[in-house]
T-cell receptor, first 110, second 116 residues
C-alpha cells in the first residue's frame, strides 16, 4: 500500500460547483497533514494545514479522520482559478519530511 | 511569507557532466532542508533530508554518491547530480523549514534538469 493515496481524478467541474477530494495515508503515527496546490510546471504551494478539529479558509474546508486515516478537501463555489493539481501531504515518521500523494487534477470550466 | 530560491531554474547538460543546484532560504535560517524530485505526472518524491553541519539523510533507493548534498550554512543547501544521465532528467525541488520548530515547509521554485 502506498503511503499516501489520492483520488485518481481528473475532476472536471463547472464554475460554482462544489468539489471534494479525499486522501488516505498508511502511517497511523503521522501527525501533520497538509493540502498543497501545484500549478503546471511550478512548485507546490501550501493551501492549508489540516487540523484534527477540521478547519476552514474561505471556500476551502479541510477535514481529518484519524480513525479511518483519511483527510479531505472541500472546495465550494469553484472558480476558474482553482484549476490546478491538489496534493495531499503527510509527514514521514516523526520528522518534518513529507510524503506526497500523486495529486488530483481539477479543471474548472466556464 | 518565507522565501526560498533555487538556482538555476533550468539546465540542459550533456550526459556525463555534473550539475549543481543551489537552494537558499532568503529571509530565514533553515536548519533543515529537503530535496524532492518530481517526474512528469508523478508525485514529489523525497530524495534526502539536508541538515546544516551534518551529513544528509537519504531515502531508500537514492544513491548518496550520485546525489551529493552539502548544507554548509543555515541558508544554503546544494544538490550535485554527478555524472548525469538522461534518466536523471526531472524537476528537482527543495524546501526549507525554519529553525526553532514549526512544521511549515517553504518550497523553492524548482530546477528543471534535462540531460541529453
Amino acid at each position: 500500500r502506498k503511503e499516501v493515496e489520492q483520488d485518481p481524478g481528473p475532476f472536471n467541474v463547472p464554475e460554482g460547483a462544489t468539489v471534494a477530494f479525499n486522501c488516505t495515508y498508511s502511517n497511523s503515527a503521522s501527525q501533520s497533514f497538509f493540502w498543497y496546490r501545484q500549478d503546471c510546471r511550478k512548485e507546490p504551494k501550501l493551501l492549508m494545514s489540516v487540523y484534527s478539529s477540521g478547519n476552514e479558509d474561505g471556500r476551502f474546508t479541510a477535514q481529518l479522520n484519524r480513525a479511518s486515516q483519511y483527510i479531505s478537501l472541500l472546495i465550494r463555489d469553484s472558480k476558474l482559478s482553482d484549476s490546478a493539481t491538489y496534493l495531499c501531504a503527510v509527514n514521514k515518521n516523526s520528522g518534518y519530511a513529507l510524503n506526497f500523494g500523486k495529486g488530483t487534477s481539477l479543471l474548472v470550466t466556464p | 511569507g518565507a522565501v526560498v530560491s533555487q538556482h538555476p531554474s533550468r539546465v540542459i547538460c550533456k550526459s556525463g557532466t555534473s550539475v549543481k543546484i543551489e537552494c537558499r532560504s532568503l529571509d530565514f535560517q533553515a536548519t533543515t532542508m529537503f530535496w524532492y524530485r518530481q517526474f512528469p505526472k508523478k508525485s514529489l518524491m523525497l530524495m534526502a533530508t539536508s541538515n546544516e553541519g551534518s551529513k544528509a539523510t537519504y531515502e531508500q533507493g537514492v544513491e548518496k554518491d550520485k546525489f551529493l548534498i552539502n548544507h554548509a550554512s543555515l541558508t544554503l543547501s546544494t544538490l550535485t547530480v554527478t555524472s548525469a544521465h538522461p534518466e536523471d532528467s526531472s524537476f528537482y525541488i527543495c524546501s526549507a523549514t525554519p529553525g526553532g520548530g514549526g512544521e511549515t515547509q517553504y518550497f523553492g521554485p524548482g530546477t528543471r534538469l534535462l540531460v541529453l
